[in-house]
């Protein structure tokens, strides 16, 4: 059974810092890229960072330069250091493969950024 499980939301003013936590079981992490999603109020869910096996990222232009993926092959967790953060960042944040499962969704972590 596939569970991917995030922490690490909040509310935190503009300007300030998170770092999001993915815990995974049930599935081979160390082969397959990892991906922060996240879904705005009333908007579409969007990739935000990828990151490979063997740790190599990507961004989404909105975060490049602010936000940093991580990953633990150890520890089969996925990382998400966010700072600067903006009002625009407010989310319900998840984690999931790359492409995304759809059987794969956690509960995601509600950050909420006040300006």
């Known amino acids: 059974q596939v569970q991917l499980v995030e922490s690490g939301g909040g509310l935190v003013q503009a300007g300030g810092s998170l770092r999001l936590s993915c815990a995974t079981s049930g599935i081979i992490f160390n082969i397959n890229t990892m991906a922060w999603y996240r879904q705005p109020p009333g908007k579409q869910r969007e990739l935000v960072a990828s990151i490979t096996p063997g740790g190599s990222t990507n961004y989404a232009d909105s975060v490049e330069g602010r936000f940093t993926g991580s990953r633990d092959n150890v520890k089969k967790t996925v990382y998400l250091q966010m700072n600067s953060l903006k009002p625009e960042d407010t989310a319900v944040y998840y984690c999931?493969?790359?492409?995304?499962?759809?059987?794969?969704w956690g509960q995601g972590t509600q950050v909420t950024v006040s300006s």
């Open positions: 999931n493969l790359v492409p995304a499962r759809r059987g794969y």
